[in-house]
C-alpha cells in the first residue's frame, strides 16, 4: 500500500502548499461540523428577549397583566374592546386559571368607570350563609354577631364595577335580589327596611356550563339571560401554544427577581416540553410550575422540574362542565381523595370544602366511580 501511494507521489507531486491548504480545509470543516452539533445540541432561547417582544413588539397590547399574541387571545381582547365602554353585563367563561379575573379588570380600565372602584367577590370563597351580607351589607343586629353596621359589596362597588367570580356557585335562593339588583339597581341590607339606589356594572365570570345548571333547575333562567348580555369565551392554555414561551418568559422574570435570580435562557428542549403539556390547570398551573423550576434553577438555564406522562394527544374535555369534572378528580387523585384540611382537595383547588362536596355530587364524583373509570 506504502509503495502504490509512494508510486502516486512520484507520478503526481503535491506541492507543499497545496498539502498545507488541503490540510487546512480539512481541519476547517471537521471544526465546522463540529460547531454546528454542538449548536444543535446547545440550542437555547434568549427568555430576555421574549419578554422585550412582548412590551415592544409582538404580543404587545394595552392590557396590562395580559401576556400573549396567539390568533385566539386577540379574538377574546378584540370582544374587550368592543364591549368595555358599552357599559353592559359581561358573563366571562373559560375553565379554571384561565385569567378571567384578568378579562374583568380589562373590562373596567377600558370603560368610563376606569376612576371608580373595582370590586371582586369570589362567590365559592363565602359561606352559604353569609354570602347575602357581603353582597348587600346587613344592619347591626340582622343575625347573631352582626353588632356593628356593613356595607356590601354593592354599595362598595357604586360608581364602578363588580367583579362577581365563580357566579355558578351562589345559591338558588339568593339568585332572586341578585337578579333584582341587575334589573332594579336597588336592594335593602339584610334585617334592614330602606332601599338602596346604587350604579353597578356587572361582570361576572364562571368555570362552569350555566346552561346545563339551568337544565337541572341550579340555576335562575332569567338570570343567566340577565348575565349572559355579552358572553365571553377564554380559551384554554391548550389552545394558546404560541403563548406558552411569552408566558415562561414572563414568568421566570418575574420570579428571578422576587428571589435574586438571574436566568436568561432556557434551552429549546425544555420549551417544547412546556408548549405540548396540555396544562389542565391553564395559566395558573404554569405560572406555579415556572416558580418551581426557578427555584431549583441553579445558573441562568432554566431548570425544569419532571412534567409527568401527560401529553397533547391526551383527549380534551368536551366542554366546561367535563372539564371540571376532570380536573376536580385529578386534584382528589394527588390529594389522595382527602377533601378537607390543609393540604386537602378543596385548599389545592381554591375553594371552600362544603363548595367542593358540592360540586362533586352535581358531577356525580367519587372514588368508586374514579375506581370504576380507570377500569374500564
Not at 471537521?30 to 437555547?44: F, V
Not at 406522562?309 to 380536573?327: G, I, M, Q, V
Request: proline share 4%; glycine share 8%.
Amino acid at each position: 500500500m506504502a509503495s502504490v501511494a509512494y508510486t502516486l507521489h512520484k507520478a503526481f507531486p503535491i506541492s507543499t502548499e497545496a498539502e498545507l491548504e488541503r490540510l487546512s480545509h480539512r481541519e476547517s470543516t471537521k471544526n465546522t461540523c463540529q460547531s454546528e452539533a454542538k449548536g444543535r445540541r446547545e440550542s437555547y432561547i434568549d427568555l430576555d428577549e421574549k419578554v422585550e417582544t412582548q412590551r415592544n413588539g409582538e404580543g404587545h397590547n394595552e392590557f396590562d397583566g395580559i401576556i400573549g399574541s396567539s390568533k385566539s387571545l386577540r379574538a377574546v381582547l378584540d370582544q374587550v374592546r368592543t364591549v368595555a365602554p358599552a357599559g353592559s353585563t359581561v358573563l366571562i367563561e373559560g375553565e379554571t386559571g384561565t385569567g378571567k379575573e384578568l378579562i374583568a379588570q380589562a373590562v373596567h380600565m377600558n370603560s368610563q368607570r376606569r376612576s371608580r372602584p373595582f370590586v371582586k367577590l369570589n362567590c365559592a370563597a363565602i359561606p352559604l350563609d353569609l354570602l347575602e351580607s357581603e353582597l348587600f351589607g346587613h344592619e347591626r343586629g340582622a343575625f347573631t354577631g352582626a353588632v356593628t353596621q356593613r356595607v356590601g359589596r354593592f354599595e362598595a362597588a357604586n360608581g364602578g364595577t363588580l367583579f362577581l367570580d365563580e357566579i355558578g356557585d351562589i345559591p338558588f335562593e339568593l339568585q332572586s335580589k341578585l337578579l333584582r339588583v341587575l334589573q332594579e339597581q336597588e336592594f335593602e341590607r339584610l334585617g334592614g327596611t330602606y332601599t338602596h339606589r346604587v350604579d353597578v356594572r356587572i361582570v361576572a365570570a364562571t368555570n362552569q356550563d350555566l346552561a346545563s345548571l339551568v337544565e337541572e333547575k341550579q340555576f335562575r333562567m332569567d338570570l343567566y339571560y340577565r348575565l349572559n348580555v355579552f358572553p365571553i369565551a377564554l380559551p384554554p392554555l391548550r389552545q394558546r401554544l404560541d403563548d406558552i414561551p411569552l408566558l415562561v418568559a414572563y414568568f421566570v422574570q418575574k420570579f428571578g427577581a422576587r428571589m435574586s435570580k438571574r436566568i436568561s435562557k432556557a434551552s429549546q428542549s425544555s420549551m417544547d416540553a412546556l408548549v405540548h403539556y396540555p396544562w389542565p390547570g391553564n395559566i395558573r398551573e404554569l405560572q406555579n410550575f415556572v416558580e418551581r423550576a426557578v427555584i431549583l434553577t441553579k445558573g441562568d438555564v432554566l431548570q425544569i422540574p419532571p412534567m409527568g406522562s401527560r401529553t397533547l394527544s391526551t383527549p380534551a374535555p368536551l366542554n366546561l362542565k367535563d372539564a371540571e369534572r376532570d380536573h376536580i378528580l385529578r386534584v382528589l387523585e394527588e390529594s389522595n381523595w382527602v377533601v378537607g384540611g390543609k393540604n386537602g382537595a378543596a385548599a389545592r383547588l381554591g375553594v371552600a370544602r362544603t363548595t367542593l362536596m358540592s360540586k362533586m355530587q352535581k358531577r356525580g364524583i367519587s372514588r368508586v366511580m374514579a375506581r370504576s373509570r380507570s377500569v374500564s
